[in-house]
């Protein structure tokens, strides 16, 4: 009885084992996965991009006459006060040398130019002369009519006579004016250049050019002495406390957005984060080539910098900001990352976790946002699903958090 008890106890130690061996030989190992539980909290969808800050409003100086213009007084970030900072000093152009042709018919036209004049002053002398003769008889014919001796048709005559003679003076005196003026002119050709220059009795210098608004200089385009056309631009001036960002999007993005539209600043170089509000997008797209060669169709979107000046120090025009731009927001959402998502029969679905189980779940998703994605049905918050499942994740497949095994 004894050694039979003892052969039915070995017999069951050895039955144990071998199913241990069995078991631990067949038995399948729960998959490492990552877990993440479904929450809700606020959510926003943004549109990114890259953007660089300009002044809105620049004013540009530019030389209203041709000549030149000396070296600028003013350089690039200098303080300017509205019409009291000389900015540029534009010198008149000079006259230009004669050849010998054009100097033999200045000299020519200033000869003519003194004959007609002393013609006019001759015909000035004669028309004195014959309103002056008028005159006297006209008060011969006055007295003698008062005298009763001649007739007021004498009269008549007389005063027409008159009248003809002071407007042949009137005109000789125009004649006259004429002539000095084009005599004038003709000399005027025969200036020399050194006749011409600044400080000379004939010099006009210079056309002082002043600070069209209170600013800083932001580009000089003439810093020193040379020549200019009227019209060239010599410097701009703007304020930089009056910043706007300018942001490149693709339209398919611009579309999406509205005027007013919140955008939040960041990677600007200094601390926090800026406000700006869509004010514009540009009514024109163009066609630009990505970096992958891919053609694409970009448009401008221009933003109003909301934070006041204080809290920005040193940001200037040009500058590189990032922009993240609020095309939704929620206050409360139930969200589920992107990760955990992926294509099931046309739709949407994640693998939730309960009890170390896999489990299968179909979910119906809304707006989508950088990571994650609004869930409109299929979850609960406090649900575990499986972020980034792989191949070996099925439903009803055993798991096991990936943090509890470190």
Same mark, same amino acid.
């Given at each position: 009885m004894m050694l039979s008890a003892r052969n039915v106890i070995?017999?069951?130690?050895?039955?144990?084992?071998?199913?241990?061996?069995?078991?631990?030989?067949?038995?399948?190992?729960?998959?490492?996965?990552?877990?993440?539980?479904?929450?809700?909290?606020?959510?926003?969808?943004?549109?990114?991009a890259d953007g660089k800050t300009r002044i809105r409003d620049i004013y540009e100086v530019a030389t209203p006459i041709s000549g030149t213009a000396q070296r600028s007084p003013v350089e690039v970030g200098d303080r300017v006060t509205a019409g009291q900072t000389v900015v540029?000093?534009?010198?008149?152009?000079?006259?230009?040398?004669?050849?010998?042709?054009?100097?033999?018919?200045?000299?020519?036209?200033?000869?003519?130019?003194?004959?007609?004049?002393?013609?006019?002053?001759?015909?000035?002398?004669? #028309?004195?002369?014959?309103?002056?003769?008028?005159?006297?008889?006209?008060?011969?014919?006055?007295?003698?009519?008062?005298?009763?001796?001649?007739?007021?048709?004498?009269?008549?005559?007389?005063?027409?006579?008159? #009248?003809?003679?002071?407007?042949?003076?009137?005109?000789a005196t125009s004649g006259l004016d004429m002539a000095e003026s084009a005599l004038e002119r003709a000399r005027a050709a025969l200036i020399l250049p050194a006749e011409d220059g600044p400080g000379s009795l004939n010099g006009a210098c210079c056309v002082e050019l002043h600070a069209p608004i209170d600013g800083v200089v932001l580009d000089v385009d003439v810093i020193s002495e040379r020549p200019v056309v009227i019209g060239s631009r010599l410097l701009s001036v703007g304020r930089p406390d009056n910043l706007e960002i300018v942001a490149d999007l693709l339209s398919?993005?611009?579309?999406?957005?509205?005027?007013?539209?919140?955008?939040?600043?960041?990677?600007?170089?200094?601390?926090?984060?800026?406000?700006?509000?869509?004010?514009?997008?540009?009514?024109? #797209?163009?066609?630009?080539?990505?970096?992958?060669?891919?053609?694409?169709?970009?448009?401008?979107?221009?933003?109003?910098?909301?934070?006041?000046?204080?809290?920005?120090?040193?940001?200037?025009?040009?500058?590189?900001?990032?922009?993240?731009?609020?095309e939704w927001e929620i206050g409360d959402a139930l969200q589920v990352p992107l990760s955990a998502l992926f294509r099931r029969d046309g739709g949407w679905a994640v693998f939730t976790v309960a009890d170390g189980t896999a489990s299968l779940a179909p979910v119906k998703i809304g707006r989508r946002g950088e990571t994650t994605a609004q869930v409109l049905d299929g979850l609960a918050a406090g649900a575990r699903v499986i972020s980034h499942p792989s191949d070996k994740v099925a439903d009803g497949v055993a798991v096991v958090d990936r943090e509890t095994l470190q």
């Amino acid at each position: 009885m004894m050694l039979s008890a003892r052969n039915v106890i070995l017999a069951g130690i050895g039955a144990a084992l071998l199913g241990g061996l069995l078991y631990a030989a067949f038995r399948t190992d729960p998959v490492p996965v990552d877990l993440h539980r479904v929450a809700r909290a606020p959510m926003q969808v943004t549109v990114n991009a890259d953007g660089k800050t300009r002044i809105r409003d620049i004013y540009e100086v530019a030389t209203p006459i041709s000549g030149t213009a000396q070296r600028s007084p003013v350089e690039v970030g200098d303080r300017v006060t509205a019409g009291q900072t000389v900015v540029a000093i534009v010198e008149p152009t000079a006259p230009a040398l004669l050849d010998t042709r054009s100097r033999v018919q200045a000299e020519a036209a200033v000869r003519e130019s003194e004959a007609a004049r002393a013609r006019a002053e001759s015909e000035l002398r004669r #028309a004195e002369e014959d309103l002056a003769y008028a005159e006297s008889q006209y008060e011969r014919a006055e007295t003698l009519v008062e005298r009763g001796v001649a007739s007021f048709t004498r009269l008549e005559d007389v005063t027409q006579q008159l #009248a003809s003679a002071r407007a042949a003076r009137d005109a000789a005196t125009s004649g006259l004016d004429m002539a000095e003026s084009a005599l004038e002119r003709a000399r005027a050709a025969l200036i020399l250049p050194a006749e011409d220059g600044p400080g000379s009795l004939n010099g006009a210098c210079c056309v002082e050019l002043h600070a069209p608004i209170d600013g800083v200089v932001l580009d000089v385009d003439v810093i020193s002495e040379r020549p200019v056309v009227i019209g060239s631009r010599l410097l701009s001036v703007g304020r930089p406390d009056n910043l706007e960002i300018v942001a490149d999007l693709l339209s398919s993005d611009a579309v999406r957005l509205e005027e007013g539209d919140h955008a939040m600043v960041e990677r600007w170089g200094g601390e926090g984060t800026l406000e700006a509000r869509l004010r514009r997008i540009e009514p024109v #797209a163009r066609t630009k080539v990505s970096a992958l060669g891919i053609e694409e169709q970009r448009v401008d979107a221009l933003f109003g910098i909301v934070s006041p000046p204080e809290v920005r120090p040193g940001l200037g025009d040009g500058f590189s900001v990032f922009l993240r731009i609020v095309e939704w927001e929620i206050g409360d959402a139930l969200q589920v990352p992107l990760s955990a998502l992926f294509r099931r029969d046309g739709g949407w679905a994640v693998f939730t976790v309960a009890d170390g189980t896999a489990s299968l779940a179909p979910v119906k998703i809304g707006r989508r946002g950088e990571t994650t994605a609004q869930v409109l049905d299929g979850l609960a918050a406090g649900a575990r699903v499986i972020s980034h499942p792989s191949d070996k994740v099925a439903d009803g497949v055993a798991v096991v958090d990936r943090e509890t095994l470190q």
